[in-house]
């Protein structure tokens, strides 16, 4: 029921990214946590469509709780404090001068599974929540104005169905959301909370690329506090608890006139990355999980197509070649919020007979800039520090896009926060517009995507929501 077709020049896995279970992709998260910054929630006159209806100083209440939820090793984001805290890092942290690049700390989550960690303390006796499994809802429904909801209709995949009755009602399903509120179209033709338009709209992901070498004169180990998890640190008996990443500074912001990103390395052999080895990778990735490789004759192709690349990346792991291995610079953006990249409703439909997902995820001029300025700013900030310099692979904003554009499986927009009905789907306090019983919880409320990962700032939304109906309700 998660497939889905997607349309346009960028294409994302919406079938295998996203787990439909208790607990839902915490099942599959890498764990890496940081909040966003004060900069995402504000108004920059360079990036159309930006600004949150409140500041970060009123979801900062919401982040100690959250920190607690996702179980995280501190809360304490200076890379000072970290610095003080291990002498290797010590050692090894790269002097920047703060601007035009600094530093931004990702604590690591356990990863914290939320569908098993916390199942237990749901099931105890008395603890005022019930949790219905295997329950699809298909259908918001509403009073004849439209105004208010009076139930949620579910269906199994054996047919059966239900309806859900409450006061008050919260959609917390991604991008799911927005699907649900176009189908309920009983009342409103064009679906719930959409006399705008607005519903599906504003589709965004992290715009990540693996783009360009780091050749840098550095201290062995330099690159591992630099660097998101890799399938083989996973083995490791120790690993840090925090990622120091390069983040462009506010100030670098706005004088480039660029959205807010972080820059990771990652060491591997050479043609680890192409698209040969990554199909492998995939295609291995699925059968450990026990499932049939989709796009399988795809995949083997583009391995086939790539397979000098592929035996030389399996020759140099697995005897260990150094003169094989690269430090390789991944870009992680903020996108540009964009009207015209959505998702919408196809003609397929799913086997409870719902009409598939169909998405057009869009890339601009601004996330193309956003991309080679920082890169640049990076260059000229390793050379001023005389460390080392890069090679450069992407330089040109009239060049097309290289190919391993992803949106590292982070699903954002589509039922936007705003307090203008015409340009969001969902208020300050996260209840759809004109509906006065209607909440949604998620990634899919976020104005802006900021340059971090989602699930602990999700979560802060998630408590910040929970408060105003407890004094809503009481």
Not at 109 to 117: D, I, L
Not at 196 to 221: C, K, N
Not at 365 to 371: A, E, S
Request: with cysteine; glycine share 10%; proline share 4%.
């Amino acid at each position: 029921m998660n497939d889905a077709d997607c349309v346009g020049e960028h294409r994302v896995d919406l079938l295998w990214s996203r787990l439909r279970y208790f607990g839902g992709t915490t099942g599959h998260w890498g764990g890496n946590c940081a909040p966003l910054d004060e900069q995402d929630f504000e108004e920059r006159a360079w990036v159309p469509d930006s600004g949150w209806p409140f500041p970060k100083s009123e979801l900062d209440a919401s982040y100690p709780k959250a920190y607690e939820y996702c179980e995280l090793p501190s809360a304490n984001f200076s890379a000072d404090y970290w610095a003080a805290q291990s002498a290797s890092f010590r050692e090894r942290r790269i002097s920047l001068a703060g601007d035009p690049i600094g530093e931004k700390i990702m604590l690591k989550s356990p990863p914290t599974r939320f569908g098993e960690v916390y199942r237990n303390a749901l099931a105890q006796p008395g603890n005022r929540c019930d949790v219905y499994l295997h329950a699809n809802v298909v259908e918001i429904e509403t009073n004849e104005e439209a105004n208010r909801v009076t139930a949620l209709r579910t269906k199994g995949i054996d047919g059966q169905t239900c309806r859900f009755r409450a006061g008050v009602f919260i959609l917390a399903s991604g991008i799911e959301n927005a699907r649900l509120l176009l189908l309920s179209n009983r009342v409103r033709p064009r679906g719930l909370g959409n006399d705008h338009d607005v519903v599906g709209r504003y589709f965004m992901a992290h715009t990540t690329l693996r783009t360009g070498r780091a050749m840098l004169s550095l201290p062995e180990g330099t690159a591992s506090y630099y660097a998101t998890l890799g399938w083989e640190q996973r083995f490791l008996n120790e690993i840090s608890p925090f990622i120091d990443a390069l983040q462009p500074s506010r100030a670098a912001q706005e004088r480039e006139g660029i959205l807010n990103s972080v820059v990771f390395f990652e060491e591997s052999y050479e043609g680890e990355k192409t698209p040969g080895f990554v199909a492998m990778r995939r295609i291995a990735k699925q059968i450990v999980h026990g499932r049939m490789p989709s796009n399988l004759v795809r995949d083997l192709g583009i391995v086939v197509g790539d397979l000098d690349e592929v035996v030389k990346a399996l020759y140099a792991r697995s005897v260990g070649d150094r003169s094989y291995k690269i430090l390789q610079t991944r870009f992680f953006c903020e996108q540009a919020p964009d009207r015209d990249s959505r998702v919408g409703l196809g003609d397929d439909l799913d086997a409870l007979g719902q009409r598939k997902l169909v998405l057009d995820w869009r890339l601009n001029d601004l996330d193309k800039r956003t991309v080679i300025r920082t890169q640049k700013l990076l260059a000229e900030q390793f050379g001023g520090l005389g460390v080392g310099r890069l090679q450069v692979e992407f330089d040109s904003e009239t060049d097309p896009w290289p190919r391993g554009v992803d949106s590292s499986a982070h699903f954002m927009g589509t039922t936007r926060m705003s307090t203008d009905p015409r340009r969001g789907v969902v208020d300050g306090d996260c209840r759809v517009h004109g509906i006065d019983n209607l909440y949604v919880a998620g990634g899919s409320v976020m104005p802006t995507s900021g340059a971090t990962m989602v699930t602990v700032n999700i979560v802060a939304l998630a408590v910040r929501l929970a408060g105003h109906l407890r004094s809503r309700l009481s």
